[in-house]
């Protein structure tokens, strides 16, 4: 590869079967095909630190082991019996487990330092949500950490768990809490609507967490859930309201809007969209200064808002509902996954215009590559059990890779910092020479290549049956092109020209036989 990027880190992907995982080294990939950097190891699931340095494997005897991403080997394994969930901390140095309770009052949310493998915090939790787990939050630095409780968000003394709780922020009928990431200054709790009090998200600085006076807050009538979404830097937090029931009766699935708060108080309000509907996707970007909008009935409409909510750039309408952006901070992917046909489109949001269109048929996953020249997608299990499989795409949308599974239960880059590759136009001028270098000329391929050129070309892809026609329409096309003044015989079927050939001649038949008897 070019010099300018000699020192960045090499992207690998974590590709998951029914039984076992593998690690893959690349893109690019020698010969078109990925290198393996650990192979098929037995597994039930596997999920990276955030910060991409460590790998914690769940295994089927309730075993879970921490390996080195940077060696591939077993660093500590951890035996956890009846366990239901497990993460580790952003950076690595902290396994959280949650066990299922035999007894009340059980403590079954384990901390563990995976240096020494010993506890180092534990309490008790009745279950595991999409709310409540991780049960103690970090921040990126791992600076600070809390944990929702009943009335009141509690504070640990990331340096010594031993101390338990060393503060506790006082928020009744607090339901929900996000603690920023980067860096972790503050906390935005949500209070579900109580007694005809309405719904409230309020945030707190999590140095003054004595002080229970929030520095933001922003009250919602008609609200059953939220999605709370801190930028990078913590500044600004998106707040997705969600109700089960639309008054307006417009939607069966309820009704959604988007609130933007910000911890110096200078907005806490609606987002201005200009189309009415439901909220797909909000997603910062990751310089935390943009985020971008996927909203209203289908076709959707897609927007980009700086961070005082001035419209930046429309990137148009149609069947999306997930965006993507690019860690570099140059290019995004607007596509339409899930019950959508899949379409994917490329900008370039900077120079404002639009690189490139594609298809991923039954996506369930997306992100782009740490180093933002590759997007892949996957069709993965148990969400569909058949199509599984992975497509890499190049960053305007031409496809790099594909690959087909029997089964696939997941697909994950390796995290790494955007800041450890260098910039994103220069990344993709190397691989555009590395990629000229590994082309031949003409004819000079291998036999296998052209082989399979020539098989392709011998035969041709089978065409896809025709839509099924019920009986009493098959000459519909025919008659709408009579009432119009169309010629009906370019519109007819096979059948019917031959049948309309066979009356004509029974016609000439009959008026020569009365012409001849007369």
């Known amino acids: 590869m070019a010099s300018s990027n000699n020192h960045s880190p090499p992207l690998e992907i974590l590709v998951r079967g029914p039984e076992e995982f593998s690690l893959w080294t690349g893109p690019p990939f020698a010969n078109g095909q990925p290198g393996v950097k650990l192979e098929k190891v037995n597994c039930t699931n596997a999920k990276f630190s955030d910060d991409g340095s ?6 089927s005897n309730s075993v879970i082991s921490v390996y080195d991403c940077g060696s591939a080997k077993e660093i500590r394994s951890f035996e956890v019996p009846n366990v239901v969930a497990a993460t580790l901390s952003p950076s690595g140095t902290y396994l959280q487990t949650f066990q299922k309770p035999s007894a009340p009052q059980e403590k079954n949310v384990t901390l563990w330092k995976i240096e020494t493998g010993d506890p180092v915090y534990q309490h008790s939790q009745k279950n595991t949500t999409k709310a409540n787990w991780p049960a103690i939050q970090f921040s990126s630095d791992e600076a600070t950490a809390c944990r929702l409780a009943t009335n009141e968000v509690q504070f640990f003394d990331t340096g010594d768990f031993s101390k338990g709780v060393v503060c506790r922020l006082r928020v009744p009928g607090v339901a929900g809490a996000e603690l920023s990431s980067s860096p972790g200054s503050h906390v935005a709790a949500f209070v579900p609507e109580s007694k005809g009090v309405p719904a409230s ?7 003054n967490a ?27 937090l998106l ?19 988007l609130c933007y708060l910000t911890t110096d108080g200078m907005h806490e ?31 959707a409409k897609a927007t980009l808002f700086d961070k005082k909510c001035n419209p930046l750039l429309e990137l148009g309408t ?11 901070g140059k290019f995004l992917c607007l596509a339409g996954f899930g019950n959508l046909p899949g379409d994917m489109v490329f900008w370039d949001y900077i120079d404002k215009k639009q690189l490139g269109t594609t298809k991923a048929e039954w996506s369930v996953t997306s992100e782009w590559s740490p180093d933002g020249c590759y997007f892949m997608t996957a069709t993965t299990a148990p969400r569909l059990q058949v199509d ?8 305007n949308g031409l496809l790099y890779f594909k690959k087909m599974f029997d089964k696939l239960y997941q697909a994950d880059w390796k995290p790494e910092s955007p800041s450890k590759f260098g910039d994103v136009v220069e990344l993709i001028k190397s691989l555009n020479l590395v990629q000229l270098e590994d082309k031949k000329p003409s004819g000079q391929g291998p036999k296998s290549t052209q082989t399979s050129i020539k098989a392709s070309s011998a035969n041709p892809p089978a065409q896809k049956p ?17 009432l119009f003044g169309e010629t009906p015989a370019e519109s007819m079927s096979k059948n019917a020209l031959r049948n309309k050939k066979k009356r004509e001649k029974q016609k000439e038949k009959k008026a020569a036989s009365d012409a001849s008897s007369s």
């Open 54 to 59: 460590k790998l914690m494997v769940t295994k």
């Open 318 to 328: 149609g069947p999306y509902n997930t965006i993507r952006w690019n860690p570099k």
């Open 239 to 257: 707040v997705v309201v969600q109700s089960d029931v639309d008054k307006t009766n417009q939607s069966y699935y309820g009704e959604s809007k």
């Open 388 to 395: 599984n499989g992975i497509k890499i795409f190049h960053y």
């Open 210 to 236: 004595s002080q229970s006076q929030p520095i933001a807050r922003r009250s919602f009538f008609q609200c059953s859930t939220t999605q709370l979404k801190w930028n990078h830097g913590s500044t600004g």
């Open 466 to 482: 025709a839509a099924y026609r019920p009986p009493h329409a098959k000459n519909s096309a025919a008659i709408q092109a009579e």
């Open 201 to 207: 998200v309020q945030i707190y600085a999590c140095g």
């Open 269 to 299: 309000g609606l987002v201005p969209l200009r189309k009415d509907g439901p909220i797909h996707d909000a997603q910062w970007s990751y310089s935390g200064l943009e985020f971008a909008v996927v909203y209203g009935f289908m076709p």
